[in-house]
C-alpha cells in the first residue's frame, strides 16, 4: 500500500465517523494515529460526552471484529481470555475464547476491575497473543484496544499502575461540545440513530497494509535526535519522579509518522514531534509531591513546558 492511499483510508474513516459524531475531530485523528501505528487508546473522561460511541464508530466503519467489555469488581482474567472447559461429550478439554480474540475491544471503565484483571490485558496489548494454561495462542494483526474510564467518580475503582498506562499508546480527553455543537448533536438524533445506518469504509486487512506502509515514513536523524531530547528532558526535570520510557520515545517516532502521512509528507518534521508529544507522553511520566494528585492536564502542562524548552531543530529535514 502507498501512503497516499493510507492518507486516503484515514481521511474515508474519518469522514465516516463525522456522520455520526460531532465537534471530536482532533479525538478522530488521534485515534486513527493510535490505530495505524498498531497502539491502543485510553479515552479519559466524564460520562456521557462520547466515548464509547467513538468506539462503536470506529467499529462499524472497519469491516471487523468488534466485542464490547464492561469492567466490574467481579470480572475475571478468564472472562477476558476464555477458558479450557471438558467437553462431555468429545470426552476432552475445549478451549472457549473470550471477547479478547477480536479486532477492536472496547474496555469500558477499565479501572473498576481489580489490579488481578487489569493485568491480563498485558501479555495481549503488547505481545499480541493470550496464554491460558501454560498455552499461547495469537491474535489477529489488527488488535485495538480501546480503554474508557470517568477520572471523577473514584469510589469502587482502581487505579491503573504503571507498567499498564505504559501499554497505551495514548491517553485521550473529549471534553463537551460547545453550544453550537450540542445543537447538532440534538438534530441529528432527534428521529433517528445515526450510528445505525453507518456502513464499513475498510477493511480489517487495508489497516494491516496501512499499518505496514507508516514504517516506510522518513525519520531523519536532527528529527531522532529531537525526540530523544525530549525523552532526555522528562527524566531529568526536577518535577518529575519517573520520565519517559524507550517505549515511550518509539511511540512518539511512530505517532509523527503517520501524522506526517496524514498531512501528506513521507517525512517528518519537529512539528509533527510536537504535535504528538501530550497525549503520548503525558500518562507516561509521575510528578513529585502534591502535583501526582492534580489529574491530567498538570501531566499535559508538564510536557508543553518540555516542548517549551527543548530547541527544535531548524535545518531543513
Given at each position: 500500500m502507498e501512503l497516499n492511499d493510507v492518507r486516503k483510508l484515514a481521511n474515508a474513516v474519518k469522514e465516516n465517523i463525522s456522520r455520526v459524531l460531532v465537534g471530536i475531530e482532533d479525538t478522530v485523528d488521534l485515534v486513527l494515529i493510535s490505530l495505524l501505528c498498531s497502539g491502543h487508546v485510553l479515552l479519559e473522561d466524564v460520562p456521557g460526552v462520547g466515548k464509547t460511541m467513538l468506539a462503536k464508530c470506529l467499529a462499524r466503519s472497519l469491516e471487523c471484529g468488534y466485542k464490547r467489555i464492561q469492567f466490574t469488581p467481579d470480572l475475571l482474567p478468564s472472562d477476558l481470555t476464555g477458558i479450557n472447559y471438558f467437553d462431555q461429550k468429545r470426552g476432552e478439554f475445549v478451549f472457549r475464547p473470550g471477547p479478547l480474540f477480536t479486532n477492536i475491544v472496547l474496555a469500558d471503565e477499565i479501572n473498576r476491575a481489580t489490579?488481578?484483571?487489569?493485568?491480563s490485558l498485558l501479555e495481549c496489548m503488547e505481545e499480541r497473543q493470550v496464554t491460558v494454561d501454560g498455552e499461547t495462542r495469537k491474535l489477529h494483526s489488527l488488535f485495538f484496544v480501546i480503554a474508557t474510564q470517568n477520572p471523577v467518580e473514584t469510589r469502587g475503582t482502581?487505579?491503573?499502575?504503571?507498567?499498564?498506562?505504559d501499554r497505551f499508546f495514548m491517553r485521550l480527553r473529549m471534553g463537551y461540545p460547545d453550544p453550537a455543537e450540542g445543537m447538532?448533536?440534538?438534530?441529528?438524533?432527534?428521529?433517528?440513530?445515526?450510528?445505525?445506518?453507518l456502513g464499513t469504509v475498510a477493511s480489517a486487512d487495508s489497516v494491516v497494509q496501512a499499518q505496514r506502509a507508516v514504517t516506510s515514513v522518513k525519520v531523519s536523524e536532527a528529527s531522532a535526535r529531537y525526540i530523544i531530547d525530549i525523552i532526555e528532558a522528562t527524566r531529568h526535570d526536577e518535577r518529575i519522579i519517573l520520565g519517559v520510557s524507550p517505549r515511550g520515545s518509539i511511540a512518539l517516532m511512530k505517532a509523527a509518522q503517520v501524522r506526517a502521512v496524514m498531512e501528506g509528507r513521507d517525512f517528518i518534521t519537529p512539528d509533527d514531534v510536537k504535535k504528538m508529544a501530550v497525549p503520548v507522553l503525558a500518562h507516561r511520566i509521575i510528578l513529585k509531591g502534591h502535583a501526582v494528585f492534580s489529574g491530567t492536564?498538570?501531566?499535559e502542562e508538564t510536557?508543553?513546558?518540555l516542548l517549551n524548552r527543548v530547541p527544535a531543530?531548524?535545518?531543513e529535514i
Open positions: 489490579p488481578r484483571t487489569q493485568s482502581f487505579p491503573l499502575p504503571e507498567a499498564q498506562l447538532e448533536i440534538l438534530m441529528r438524533f432527534r428521529d433517528k440513530d445515526p450510528l445505525a445506518e492536564e498538570n501531566a510536557i508543553r513546558d531543530p531548524t535545518e
